[in-house]
């Protein structure tokens, strides 16, 4: 089994895969931008990590995603604008890939 970090964990898509990955056996950690969307996060048996694509850098998205092997991105500007467009969809995969390279993580989901 996986441990797969999951960005965009209370998001569309997100918050159907949680429970089929868990579901499966894989270890989940979910990057959520709401302090209250945590416990909702334990009940699927995800461990909930704060923090917001936008804000973070490759950096912290490393540090956040320590101890996995597989990353899913699944977060989505979802038509707020060129600049959260941009942000989200054009430098939120890019933040993903630098991290992935830092930590080891070799399987990317888009």
Do not use: W
């Not at 089994?1 to 960005?7: E, G, H, P, V, Y």
């Not at 694509?53 to 996995?68: P, R, V």
């Not at 038509?79 to 989200?88: C, E, L, M, P, Q």
């Amino acid at each position: 089994m996986s441990n797969i970090f999951l960005i965009g964990a209370t998001g569309g898509v997100g918050s159907r895969l949680s429970p089929k990955l868990v579901e499966a056996g894989h270890t989940v950690k979910g990057l959520h931008r709401k302090p209250e969307q945590a416990d909702d996060l334990r009940k699927q048996g995800v461990e909930p990590v704060l923090g917001n694509i936008i804000d973070m850098t490759a950096d912290d998205l490393a540090s956040a995603m320590n101890g996995c092997d597989t990353a899913v991105f699944s977060a989505g500007a979802a038509g707020s604008g060129r600049d959260k467009t941009t942000a989200i969809d054009g430098e939120g995969p890019e933040k993903l890939i630098e991290a992935a390279r830092a930590t080891g993580v070799n399987r990317i989901y888009l």
